[in-house]
């Protein structure tokens, strides 16, 4: 029934080159390397207790209902293409097409202006220092091992993610146990209930950072031809995924809270920092300054981490590229960009040329990021990270309120799996969830807006990231004009691809009236 439902363009669609290759525990494994960030662990808990609060709230807030969202679309409409399709049927092919292309530009930007900024600096702080060009053939190796990744079969493709998600269980857990056992050694926190009290400036502060922890759940959708009764393995996969990514995530929080000293947590700005202070149990020790030094098994377990953390990016990259290519390749093929790009081999059963032109994307933004920063990376790192999560948000804004305009829309469609509390309960979870989007890409577009208001203390400007102090201007030219830039090359892809489907429609007529 839904595959009527939806207005099929007079285009064909390359789906006869689609191969099923996601199974129920591959679609899990891939929503978790999705989730399942590391690095917001430490810089969740360097906000101290108020920021396990804060997680409890938005994941009752924004994290159950874009779960319940999700597995209900998906359900409903099981179609190759996932929110760019959802999208498309609710508000038309031009909403959809440019809040598609942005989405899928996202990827790029973060790969190559976050994640192998990151997986380069991780590895020559812990394993080994790489001179002169030894970077860029590290970072082109990260970038395109991953279109790599992406490009083969999905058969193969597929152990990716699920290694990811086997480093990130394995790492966590050791790490969770490593901070237990440094409680025992050292004590734990003497911590009351008021330190867990949420405020005004924390809401501000830690919005979107849990936010970002929290997006991926639509990855699989867009392969919903691609697996086995996508109608339950999805709305599974999002359940377990979900309450699984949770755990990790909070169970590490509340352990750093509860075992490390106040002091060196507020120092914390990556899982890293977290873990050497915690693998000291191991060999090592924390200088009066602060410094942690790690020595012996302790430095033999750093390199390890440190060599699971750069697997657990790449393979981020990898889950969340499987997802945004085959949704910008369905809307190329569906007349939302140029038709060529649509394109699924005939040999691996995925698109190419979208995972071609994505990787020569990021590796110009990885050049640029190693090249055109005066040295100061980590300036660099926080534009590019915020940049590619306002572009996710961006898609997000339509993809939400889809779900109510597709209920009105189609409301005799097969709903598999129906969002607790009926219309009602539909409304409140797409409210919730477009809310807490539309507050997230003010506070990326400009950080601190809301500060000094209800009495609270300090300016917007000082919430700006690190590196920008005193510079909104320049930090605000890094969000809006690429911003910018993209969804205008959006539309361009859109009038592109209206432009070729016109044609097509104008030759099929001409073959149904050749007289004419």
């Known amino acids: 029934m839904t595959q009527q439902i939806i207005e099929e363009p007079e285009i064909e669609r390359p789906r006869a ?23 917001t662990i430490g810089a969740l808990a360097a906000s101290g207790p108020e920021a396990f609060a804060w997680l409890l709230v ?42 598609q292309f942005v989405y899928w530009l996202s990827n790029p930007v973060w790969v190559g202006g976050a994640l192998a900024v990151v997986a380069l600096a991780t590895f020559q702080t812990f394993i080994h220092p790489l001179p002169g060009a030894w970077t860029y053939v590290f970072g082109l190796a990260f970038v395109w091992a991953g279109v790599l990744a992406v490009s083969v079969s999905l058969k193969a493709g597929r152990w990716v993610p699920i290694a990811g998600a086997v480093a990130r269980i394995v790492l966590l857990g050791f790490f969770f146990v490593s901070t237990v056992i440094y409680g025992v050694i050292h004590g734990i ?78 120092h914390l700005s990556g899982f890293l920092d977290a873990a050497k202070l915690v693998f000291t149990i191991y060999g090592g020790h924390v200088g009066p300054d602060g410094t942690v030094e790690l020595t012996g098994a302790g430095e033999v377990i750093g390199v390890v981490c440190a060599a ?32 060529w790009l649509g394109q699924i081999s005939e040999r691996f059963g995925t698109p190419v040329r979208i995972n071609v032109l994505a990787g020569i994307l990021a590796t110009v933004v990885m050049i640029a990021a190693l090249n055109f920063t005066s040295g100061d990376i980590g300036k660099y790192f926080s534009v590019g990270l915020n940049l590619a999560i306002s572009m996710t948000m961006v898609a997000y804004l339509v993809m939400f309120p889809a779900l109510m305009v597709l209920d009105r829309k189609y409301p005799d469609a097969n709903r598999p799996f129906r969002i607790p509390g009926g219309t009602v309960g539909r409304y409140l979870c797409s409210a919730a969830a477009t809310l807490v989007v539309i507050f997230t890409l003010i506070q990326l577009l400009y950080p601190g807006a809301g500060l000094g208001l209800f009495g609270s203390p300090g300016t917007p400007d000082d919430a700006l ?29 859109y009038l592109i691809g209206q432009r070729e489907l016109r044609r097509e429609r104008n030759a099929v007529l001409a073959l149904d009236d050749p007289l004419g």
């Open 58 to 99: 938005f994941s009752v807030v924004f994290f159950v209902p874009y779960g319940l969202i999700v597995s209900e679309l998906s359900s409903t409409f099981p179609l190759e293409g996932g929110q760019y399709t959802w999208v498309r049927m609710a508000f038309g092919r031009g909403v959809a097409s440019v809040a």
């Open 17 to 39: 080159r689609l191969r099923q290759g996601l199974r129920r525990f591959d679609v899990f494994f891939l929503l978790l390397c999705s989730l399942v960030g590391l690095d």
């Open 308 to 339: 699971g953390v750069i697997i657990a990016l790449f393979t981020s990259g990898v889950s969340w590229a499987i997802g945004e290519s085959r949704a910008q390749a369905t809307a190329c093929s569906d007349g939302s960009g140029p038709a």
């Open 465 to 493: 990231p690190a590196g920008f102090a005193g510079d909104r201007l320049d930090y605000e030219l890094g969000q809006l004009i690429p911003m910018a830039l993209f969804i205008a090359t959006g539309i361009a892809f």
């Open 189 to 266: 926190q003497p911590l009351t209930a008021s330190d867990f009290s949420p405020s005004y400036l924390g809401f501000l502060a830690l919005a979107p950072l849990i936010v970002f922890t929290f997006v991926g759940f639509e990855v699989s959708s867009a392969a919903a031809e691609e697996m086995e009764a996508p109608q339950r393995t999805i709305p599974l996969g999002v359940m377990r995924s979900g309450l699984a990514a949770f755990l990790m995530v909070a169970a590490p929080v509340v352990a750093i809270l509860v075992v490390l000293p106040r002091d060196q947590v507020s």
